[in-house]
């Protein structure tokens, strides 16, 4: 019997409302180091930067997402990005090039990084950055340089690089500006094309600059002390002529002491490839090229070469040398240069080595998604950190092997339907789809059940996706949960087209072929008829597939006929056929209720007795016994007939006459023994009888009628509200309810004009109101209209959720429309919850239901009357995936919008009267 399931009605009305758009920021992210800003916006940088700085972040991360360049005639002050706290707070700013270019152009005498009470780490961690700070107006912009520092000076204030290249175009051609400087610069590597300028203003707090390594064209440091010393040094591969100057003071000590500062111990000095001896600094030694490097620095002596992957699933060795080196770590960037995760490589390619942290790295499975992805390695070593160069991974689209595996693999024994395998899933390196597979038994086309001891031959078809070919030799291994086969290419084959067929003999299971469960039933226990002696009877087909025979059936005790209250145990044993077999879990039922298994013997045609105790019943007369109200989307009379009334019939149904008009009730829904048939009522007509009468078909086809009964949603709303139990306290949310129910059916004959002389609710007492809502007091409605909850990229995007309202004609539904140029496969999934796990309905496209302006609709009516303020989600699906926007409403939405300020027009009344009763069924339920 088919489920059935009530919607509310209240009057006809449609509205469709508007679709706002919402702003996509460029920048993602949170800022902490697990989850960085990511920039793919320049102005974003600024912006995001002076936001940290206002909340006192200590530590805020950044990472470039795309090539920054910013050209236009903004002034300096609103591209400069402020590195520091606020009020003498120090903090952190985590910078990450990423490979990325940044080139920024200022029309006035300022810095693209200004440090101020604060300390900025930049790293290159996928090689390849550069930095450029340009003179808007080369003639009145001195300086420009690419990181300057504030004159605040103090603890922690500071700048440290590690890897890039830096170049300022100004008129003084500054990389690093530290005038009136005291604080820390450390660069570990890197590439500055321009100046390095320091001034040291303060010799309490002298500052620290230390150079591990790089390759730097002017170095400038100067000092108020009692000294005064310059020092140059010129270290560049840049067409310019090289000069390191260095003159002192006499009555200061050697310039070398400045040398040593700012050196690190471990730095090596190349003058023209050769190492320089400090103390013998002379000034004015020209045309000499200098280099620092630390010796104890890693350094590549082997980069690892390119490969070309001849076919789909062949592997490779990637090597690579290097001195100094305490460990390797091989990484994969995309085009974008975005890092890729290995478990992101695995679930596109398979199974990787777990070498990626050793010199030597085999890539086992190649795919043509590595096409264009740049393979390299970082080595490590003595608090260093280099990088190889990238291999741009190239695979050739060729599928050498198949690896093919049927659906339901567990499943896949004699016993199971062959419908159910009809398809061959090819595992995702294979690039191919397979088309439903064909089971053939002596070369004749199989149904039905898989056959036990039977070898069947099984043929199926693969198509190659575009632009892939086989091999020559391509073999195609299927996957049976009887091992590895080979599958047998056939003619009509070709470069990208094949059929293959493969013979398989399905294994049975254990203990035979598993009967799930058994479901029969019997003539139960009535009151003066006699005991059955059979099940009911199977034959035809249904007799020929069912895996068992019953063996015996007992009654205990077994009289001539039944006594009314008489407990009767009913034992039943099953034997199943040849090469199935009962198991501990198999499930036994009758009548729909579930029998006690007293011993199952196991194995291929194993026994199973099962028993139940069974009381003996009077015979039930054929008429309604009960009735309620159900409060869905609509206001139902639930009519009630006995199971047992009927038992002898079949096709029961409802004849129902409200004002003269019949409905006929087929559908119907199973509870406790009762059928149970719902009957809509408009909110207008809860005051109207209507009189219900049940029928059923005899074996002869012949109609029986039984008694008829009359009620309405009125009666049985006095009814409950006059009843003396329910007077107490315990039930105040129950009169509540039922006095805003024939409020809401009053609202409803005035809107509509139906009998307004004979309002529902005119037999209220003035104490019965009381109990309900107050409707003097004032209704709120809140909107959570969103057209664009969440949204999904264009890549992935088939369809548009574009607007929604309600439909109260038949019920109160949410009408949601939507426009797709292709509507194969799409169905609207509407959720309680934004991640789509609560699905409260799911509505296939059909291509009629669309308005005039080329939008499709469905109708939304999952919702109960406690719902009217319950936020859903609706979003187009294709399978698993969401292919459109996802848009947020609910009934209040459509409330707020609709209603006027004044709330004194009968709409406004009816959508009060809704509401109110929607709000007292909800903390009924205790929503």
């Given at each position: 019997m088919k489920k059935f399931r009530t919607l509310l009605t209240?009057?006809?009305?449609?509205?469709?409302?508007?679709?706002?758009?919402?702003?996509?920021?460029?920048?993602?992210?949170?800022?902490?180091?697990?989850?960085?800003?990511?920039?793919?916006?320049?102005?974003?940088?600024?912006?995001?930067?002076?936001?940290?700085?206002?909340?006192?972040?200590?530590?805020?991360?950044?990472?470039?997402?795309?090539?920054?360049?910013?050209?236009?005639?903004?002034?300096?002050?609103?591209?400069?990005?402020?590195?520091?706290?606020?009020?003498?707070?120090?903090?952190?700013?985590?910078?990450?090039?990423?490979?990325?270019?940044?080139?920024?152009?200022?029309?006035?005498?300022?810095?693209?990084?200004?440090?101020?009470?604060?300390?900025?780490v930049v790293n290159d961690t996928v090689g390849g950055g550069y930095v450029?700070?340009?003179?808007?107006?080369?003639?009145?912009?001195?300086?420009?340089?690419?990181?300057?520092?504030?004159?605040?000076?103090?603890?922690?204030?500071?700048?440290?690089?590690?890897?890039?290249?830096?170049?300022?175009?100004?008129?003084?051609?500054?990389?690093?500006?530290?005038?009136?400087?005291?604080?820390?610069?450390?660069?570990?590597?890197?590439?500055?094309?321009?100046?390095?300028?320091?001034c040291n203003m303060d010799p309490q707090k002298p500052s620290k600059i230390t150079i591990h390594d790089g390759d730097i064209f002017d170095f400038y440091y100067s000092t108020w002390s009692n000294e005064d010393i310059t020092a140059r040094i010129r270290s560049t591969k840049e067409m310019y002529k090289t000069r390191w100057m260095a003159y002192a003071n006499p009555s200061t000590d050697h310039p070398e002491g400045i040398f040593k500062k700012i050196l690190d111990p471990n730095t090596t000095v190349y003058v023209n490839g050769k190492v320089m001896d400090l103390s013998k600094v002379e000034s004015g030694i020209a045309d000499n090229h200098v280099e620092f490097r630390d010796p104890t620095k890693p350094r590549i002596v082997s980069q690892p070469v390119s490969y070309v992957f001849p076919y789909v699933g062949s592997s490779h060795e990637f090597e690579i040398a290097a001195e100094n080196a305490e460990n390797y770590d091989w990484r994969l960037v995309d085009e974008n240069g975005i890092e890729l995760s290995w478990d992101e490589v695995a679930m596109k390619c398979g199974t990787w080595s777990e070498d990626y942290y050793s010199k030597k790295f085999t890539l086992k499975y190649a795919d043509t998604w590595l096409n264009g992805k740049r393979l390299y390695c970082v080595v490590r070593?003595?608090?260093?950190?280099?990088?190889?160069?990238?291999?741009?991974?190239?695979?050739?689209?060729?599928?050498?092997?198949?690896?093919?595996?049927?659906?339901?693999?567990?499943?896949?024994?004699?016993?199971?339907?062959?419908?159910?395998?009809?398809?061959?899933?090819?595992?995702?390196?294979?690039?191919?789809?397979?088309m439903p597979a064909n089971w053939f038994l002596y070369y004749e086309e199989q149904e039905g059940k898989i056959q036990p001891y039977e070898n069947y031959t099984i043929r199926f078809e693969v198509e190659l996706e575009?632009?892939?070919?086989?091999?020559?030799?391509?073999?195609?291994?299927?996957?049976?949960?009887?091992?590895?086969?080979?599958?047998?290419?056939?003619?009509?084959?070709?470069?990208?087209?094949?059929?293959?067929?493969?013979?398989?003999?399905?294994?049975?299971?254990?203990?035979?072929?598993?009967?799930?469960?058994?479901?029969?039933?019997?003539?139960?226990?009535?009151?003066?008829?006699?005991?059955?002696?059979?099940?009911?009877?199977?034959?035809?087909?249904?007799?020929?597939?069912?895996?068992?025979?019953?063996?015996?059936?007992?009654?205990?005790?077994?009289?001539?006929?039944?006594?009314?209250?008489?407990?009767?145990?009913?034992t039943i044993v099953y034997k199943a056929k040849d090469g199935y077999g009962f198991y501990d879990d198999t499930e036994f039922f009758m009548n729909g209720n579930?029998?006690?298994?007293?011993?199952?013997?196991?194995?291929?045609?194993?026994?199973?007795?099962?028993?139940?105790?069974?009381?003996?019943?009077?015979?039930?007369?054929?008429?309604?016994?009960?009735?309620?109200?159900?409060?869905?989307?609509?206001?139902?009379?639930?009519?009630?007939?006995?199971?047992?009334?009927?038992?002898?019939?079949?096709?029961?149904?409802?004849?129902?006459?409200?004002?003269?008009?019949?409905?006929?009730?087929?559908?119907?829904?199973?509870?406790?023994?009762?059928?149970?048939?719902?009957?809509?009522?408009?909110?207008?007509?809860?005051?109207?009888?209507?009189t219900a009468v049940p029928h059923a078909l005899n074996a002869d086809g012949r109609d029986v009628t039984g008694e008829p009964f009359t009620y309405s949603v009125a009666e049985y709303c006095y009814n409950m509200l006059n009843k003396e139990a329910y007077q107490t306290a315990a039930y105040a949310k129950l009169r509540r309810l039922l006095v805003d129910i024939l409020l809401y059916g009053d609202a409803a004959q005035n809107?509509?004009?139906?009998?307004?002389?004979?309002?529902?609710?005119?037999?209220?007492?003035?104490?019965?109101?009381?109990?309900?809502?107050?409707?003097?007091?004032?209704?709120?409605?809140?909107?959570v209209k969103e057209p664009n909850a969440a949204t999904v990229s264009d890549e992935v995007k088939r369809a548009s959720m574009e607007a929604a309202a309600l439909y109260l004609e038949a019920a109160v539904n949410i009408l949601f429309k939507y426009t797709a140029s292709d509507l194969t496969g799409l169905r609207v999934v509407v959720t309680g919850d934004l991640a789509g796990a609560d699905v409260l309905g799911e509505y296939a496209t059909d291509a009629s239901l669309i308005d005039t302006k080329g939008r499709y609709y469905v109708f939304f009516g999952?919702?109960?009357?406690?719902?009217?303020?319950?936020?859903?989600?609706?979003?187009?699906?294709?399978?698993?995936?969401?292919?459109?926007?996802?848009?947020?409403?609910?009934?209040?939405?459509?409330?707020?919008?609709?209603?006027?300020?004044?709330?004194?027009?009968?709409?406004?009344?009816?959508?009060?009267?809704?509401?109110?009763?929607?709000?007292?069924?909800?903390?009924?339920?205790?929503?």
């Amino acid at each position: 019997m088919k489920k059935f399931r009530t919607l509310l009605t209240i009057a006809c009305m449609a509205f469709v409302m508007m679709v706002t758009c919402v702003r996509v920021q460029a920048i993602s992210g949170k800022g902490t180091q697990s989850d960085p800003y990511v920039i793919t916006e320049y102005m974003e940088f600024p912006e995001y930067a002076a936001q940290a700085q206002n909340k006192n972040v200590k530590e805020v991360y950044f990472r470039l997402g795309a090539d920054l360049e910013c050209l236009e005639p903004y002034s300096g002050s609103k591209k400069m990005i402020s590195v520091g706290g606020i009020n003498g707070n120090y903090s952190t700013m985590y910078l990450d090039l990423a490979g990325h270019k940044m080139d920024v152009k200022i029309y006035e005498d300022a810095s693209l990084f200004f440090i101020d009470h604060g300390k900025l780490v930049v790293n290159d961690t996928v090689g390849g950055g550069y930095v450029e700070a340009r003179a808007g107006d080369y003639n009145n912009t001195p300086r420009m340089p690419v990181f300057a520092f504030g004159d605040a000076g103090g603890n922690g204030m500071g700048l440290e690089i590690n890897g890039g290249t830096y170049r300022s175009s100004s008129r003084q051609d500054q990389c690093i500006r530290a005038e009136n400087f005291n604080g820390s610069i450390t660069i570990y590597d890197g590439v500055f094309k321009s100046e390095i300028a320091v001034c040291n203003m303060d010799p309490q707090k002298p500052s620290k600059i230390t150079i591990h390594d790089g390759d730097i064209f002017d170095f400038y440091y100067s000092t108020w002390s009692n000294e005064d010393i310059t020092a140059r040094i010129r270290s560049t591969k840049e067409m310019y002529k090289t000069r390191w100057m260095a003159y002192a003071n006499p009555s200061t000590d050697h310039p070398e002491g400045i040398f040593k500062k700012i050196l690190d111990p471990n730095t090596t000095v190349y003058v023209n490839g050769k190492v320089m001896d400090l103390s013998k600094v002379e000034s004015g030694i020209a045309d000499n090229h200098v280099e620092f490097r630390d010796p104890t620095k890693p350094r590549i002596v082997s980069q690892p070469v390119s490969y070309v992957f001849p076919y789909v699933g062949s592997s490779h060795e990637f090597e690579i040398a290097a001195e100094n080196a305490e460990n390797y770590d091989w990484r994969l960037v995309d085009e974008n240069g975005i890092e890729l995760s290995w478990d992101e490589v695995a679930m596109k390619c398979g199974t990787w080595s777990e070498d990626y942290y050793s010199k030597k790295f085999t890539l086992k499975y190649a795919d043509t998604w590595l096409n264009g992805k740049r393979l390299y390695c970082v080595v490590r070593g003595n608090d260093y950190r280099i990088r190889s160069d990238y291999v741009t991974l190239q695979v050739e689209p060729v599928i050498k092997l198949i690896n093919a595996e049927p659906d339901n693999y567990a499943e896949l024994f004699a016993g199971g339907n062959i419908s159910d395998f009809r398809k061959i899933n090819l595992d995702c390196q294979s690039h191919a789809t397979a088309m439903p597979a064909n089971w053939f038994l002596y070369y004749e086309e199989q149904e039905g059940k898989i056959q036990p001891y039977e070898n069947y031959t099984i043929r199926f078809e693969v198509e190659l996706e575009e632009g892939y070919s086989f091999d020559s030799k391509v073999r195609c291994i299927v996957k049976t949960p009887k091992g590895d086969v080979v599958a047998t290419r056939l003619a009509g084959s070709n470069e990208t087209h094949a059929n293959y067929e493969f013979s398989y003999e399905p294994p049975l299971p254990e203990n035979g072929i598993k009967i799930e469960a058994v479901s029969r039933s019997v003539k139960e226990p009535v009151a003066g008829e006699a005991p059955a002696v059979e099940l009911d009877p199977l034959s035809g087909a249904e007799a020929a597939d069912c895996p068992y025979v019953v063996q015996s059936m007992t009654w205990n005790p077994s009289p001539e006929s039944f006594v009314e209250g008489g407990q009767y145990v009913l034992t039943i044993v099953y034997k199943a056929k040849d090469g199935y077999g009962f198991y501990d879990d198999t499930e036994f039922f009758m009548n729909g209720n579930k029998m006690i298994v007293d011993e199952i013997v196991k194995g291929s045609g194993g026994t199973a007795k099962v028993v139940s105790s069974i009381k003996a019943k009077a015979a039930v007369p054929f008429k309604i016994t009960k009735k309620s109200l159900t409060l869905y989307d609509t206001i139902s009379i639930d009519f009630k007939v006995p199971a047992e009334a009927v038992a002898a019939y079949h096709d029961p149904y409802l004849m129902v006459t409200q004002n003269g008009e019949e409905t006929k009730l087929t559908e119907y829904r199973e509870d406790g023994g009762l059928l149970i048939f719902s009957y809509r009522v408009a909110p207008h007509q809860m005051g109207d009888a209507a009189t219900a009468v049940p029928h059923a078909l005899n074996a002869d086809g012949r109609d029986v009628t039984g008694e008829p009964f009359t009620y309405s949603v009125a009666e049985y709303c006095y009814n409950m509200l006059n009843k003396e139990a329910y007077q107490t306290a315990a039930y105040a949310k129950l009169r509540r309810l039922l006095v805003d129910i024939l409020l809401y059916g009053d609202a409803a004959q005035n809107y509509t004009g139906y009998k307004t002389n004979e309002l529902v609710g005119a037999n209220l007492t003035a104490a019965q109101r009381a109990m309900g809502t107050d409707v003097s007091a004032q209704m709120t409605y809140q909107s959570v209209k969103e057209p664009n909850a969440a949204t999904v990229s264009d890549e992935v995007k088939r369809a548009s959720m574009e607007a929604a309202a309600l439909y109260l004609e038949a019920a109160v539904n949410i009408l949601f429309k939507y426009t797709a140029s292709d509507l194969t496969g799409l169905r609207v999934v509407v959720t309680g919850d934004l991640a789509g796990a609560d699905v409260l309905g799911e509505y296939a496209t059909d291509a009629s239901l669309i308005d005039t302006k080329g939008r499709y609709y469905v109708f939304f009516g999952g919702l109960n009357a406690g719902q009217m303020r319950k936020t859903v989600y609706a979003t187009v699906m294709k399978g698993n995936q969401k292919v459109s926007n996802t848009y947020r409403y609910s009934i209040e939405s459509y409330v707020a919008s609709m209603r006027t300020e004044e709330g004194t027009t009968p709409l406004d009344k009816l959508l009060d009267a809704m509401m109110r009763y929607g709000d007292s069924a909800a903390a009924y339920a205790g929503k």
